[in-house]
Nanobody, 122 residues
Framework: QVQLVESGGGSVQAGGTLRLSCAAS????????MGWFRQAPGKEREGVAS???????YYANSVKGRFTISKDNAKNTLYLQMNSLKPEDTAMYFC????????????????WGQGTQVTVSS
């Protein structure tokens, strides 16, 4: 079973910066499609960013230019650098993985972490 553990969440003021990390089991990060999703109370889970085994990235329009997804294959770790944070970025952030390279930001990823909370105050 693929294990994913997020960390790095916290509370920041608008305009601030956070970097989320996702530690994965085995060699998941180097071979799987990896993604970051978020969910606020009472709202649908939404895709934030993804990166495939080749390093190709995709971003939701709401975070484009502010967030950067990256990975360190040797450390088997996925990252989400979040700059210029806004109150609307407040949500539980989840790391996800899927062996299929074409899933993109679909909610149908095979494996999920437990989530880490990000709170942005105005």
């Amino acid at each position: 079973q693929v294990q994913l553990v997020e960390s790095g969440g916290g509370s920041v003021q608008a305009g601030g910066t956070l970097r989320l990390s996702c530690a994965a089991s085995g060699s998941t990060v180097s071979t799987y499609l990896m993604g970051w999703f978020r969910q606020a109370p009472g709202k649908e889970r939404e895709g934030v960013a993804s990166i495939n085994r080749y390093g190709t990235t995709y971003y939701a329009n709401s975070v484009k230019g502010r967030f950067t997804i990256s990975k360190d294959n040797a450390k088997n770790t996925l990252y989400l650098q979040m700059n210029s944070l806004k109150p609307e970025d407040t949500a539980m952030y989840f790391c996800a993985a899927d062996p299929r390279q074409w899933v993109g930001l679909s909610n149908g990823y095979s494996y999920w972490g437990q989530g880490t909370q990000v709170t942005v105050s105005s």
